[in-house]
């Protein structure tokens, strides 16, 4: 496998240096501090992310706000209180995208939620209380028993509530691929997704990097080198 030093410089060179590349990266992730996030904001960043997947993500977080009027503030119980014609009312609801499944997706991941909840004494407790060098069985827990969370849906979730996730887009892999990892164009196989997961847990050992920032450094090494600026636009501060 290949030097993360060198990938990194490869990456900071088509950025614009290390100093750019730095800003690039996003704040250190604290999976501790996720235990303090209440439900209805983890059921909400749910929602989210399996709202924006395959769609505008701006156009989501523009609309934000009417999602959570119509969705009860995301409050898992109170959701699971209504009844059917409240959910079969909200796919006429113009302040949200009206995707049916999607829809439905909220009503099974209440109740993912809250069952976690009950167990773990809040969903954040769970998710904080999960190896971290472990994602890849996470992401298979959540595709599991969550609802449209498999995926890079369930990753995208983990990196917007700040749990320190990588996320395997096409750039990523193909930087793997590049380092020397053989692994397939897609990978989606258990035994791909395992031989990841074991390569970002030496790198972080090897650099004291999160797996986010190594994750991003990743897929700015090769691909389409897309300006800092509109890399900015596109994934916010997430």
Do not use: C
């Amino acid at each position: 496998m290949a030097d993360f030093k060198k990938i990194r410089l490869r990456a900071a060179k088509r950025k614009g240096g290390e100093a750019e590349l730095a800003t690039l990266l996003g704040p250190v992730p604290d999976n501790a501090a996720v235990a303090d996030i209440p439900d209805d904001r983890i059921l909400s960043t749910i929602a989210e992310r399996v709202f924006a997947a395959g769609f505008v993500w701006r156009v989501i977080e523009q609309k934000w706000p009417g999602f959570e009027e119509a969705f009860l503030r995301f409050e898992p119980k109170r959701l699971l209180f209504q009844p059917d014609d409240f959910w079969h009312e909200l796919v006429s609801d113009q302040r949200i995208v009206r995707n049916p499944q999607k829809i439905r997706s909220v009503r099974e991941n209440a109740a993912f939620v809250e069952r976690v909840s009950r167990e773990h004494g809040g969903f954040g407790n769970f998710l904080a209380d999960w190896p971290a060098d472990d994602q890849v069985g996470l992401m298979a827990y959540l595709g599991k028993h969550g609802s449209r969370l498999g995926g890079n849906t369930g990753q995208y979730f983990l990196r917007w509530l700040g749990w320190d996730a990588f996320v395997i887009s096409a750039d990523m892999a193909a930087a793997l691929r590049d380092a020397g990892l053989d692994i397939a164009d897609s990978p989606t196989s258990k035994r791909d997704l395992d031989k990841i997961q074991a390569q970002i847990n030496r790198w972080v050992a090897d650099t004291g990097l999160p797996r986010r920032h190594i994750s991003r450094i990743l897929a700015m090494s090769i691909g389409e080198n897309h300006s800092p600026q509109s890399l900015r636009e596109y994934v916010g501060d997430d």
